[in-house]
């Protein structure tokens, strides 16, 4: 019965039934809330996935990770959730940037780094440099990386053959 009536809120095109489930969240226990969160993606509208942002800080921790693991389709909430005049939006926004390790959005860090808010401030650089520091962890694990044997041998055959076609 349950699954019968969240399927109902995700096919409806009411903007009420988002806020049954933000609603739902909020107040449920850890499985309701996993159930409304699964609704929200679902819905995939821009007031559900504002709402879902909005409430990151609030959810247990394995809510949480399951956000982080979607953190791909909430780009366009990130960004509107950045917007916002409450700081604690703001905040969360930040937060899923920097834990998602999402490089594309760090113009909205640097939005922020120019704000009035030097809370707000203070969190976007650190998430610039936490990402920073991902970016150049990944890079040298790159460079630190051997060839396979015969990606060597064939970059080798294609310069030895370069050399005596240009001849």
């Known amino acids: 019965m349950l699954s019968r009536l969240v399927q109902a809120l995700v096919d409806s095109t009411?903007?009420?039934?988002?806020?049954?489930?933000?609603?739902?969240?909020?107040?449920?226990?850890?499985?309701?809330?996993?159930?409304?969160?699964?609704?929200?993606?679902r819905r995939a509208t821009s007031k559900a996935l504002c709402g879902?942002?909005?409430q990151y800080t609030d959810l247990p921790t394995s809510l949480q990770n399951i956000i982080l693991g979607n953190v791909k389709q909430?780009?366009?909430a990130l960004r509107e959730s950045s917007r916002?005049?409450?700081?604690?939006?703001?905040?969360?926004?930040?937060?899923?940037?920097?834990?998602?390790?999402?490089?594309k959005l760090t113009y909205i860090l640097a939005e922020e780094l120019h704000g009035t808010d030097e809370?707000?401030?203070k969190s976007?650089?650190?998430?610039?440099?936490?990402?920073?520091?991902?970016?150049?962890?990944?890079?040298?694990?790159?460079?630190?990386?051997k060839p396979h044997p015969k990606a060597?041998?064939?970059?080798m055959n294609?310069?030895?053959?370069?050399?005596?076609?240009k001849s």
Not at 84 to 103: E, F, H, M, P, T
Not at 152 to 155: I, L, M, V
């Open 14 to 41: 009411n903007e009420a039934a988002d806020d049954v489930l933000l609603e739902a969240m909020r107040a449920g226990n850890e499985a309701e809330k996993s159930l409304a969160l699964n609704a929200l993606f």
């Open 84 to 103: 916002s005049k409450q700081q604690k939006v703001i905040l969360a926004a930040i937060r899923l940037i920097s834990s998602g390790k999402q490089g």
């Open 74 to 76: 909430l780009h366009h």
């Open 124 to 145: 976007a650089c650190d998430a610039v440099l936490e990402l920073a520091k991902w970016a150049a962890n990944l890079t040298r694990k790159l460079q630190t990386i």
């Open 158 to 165: 294609s310069r030895i053959s370069a050399r005596f076609t």
């Open 52 to 54: 879902v942002v909005e």
């Open 152 to 155: 060597r041998e064939k970059k």
């Open 119 to 121: 809370i707000v401030a």
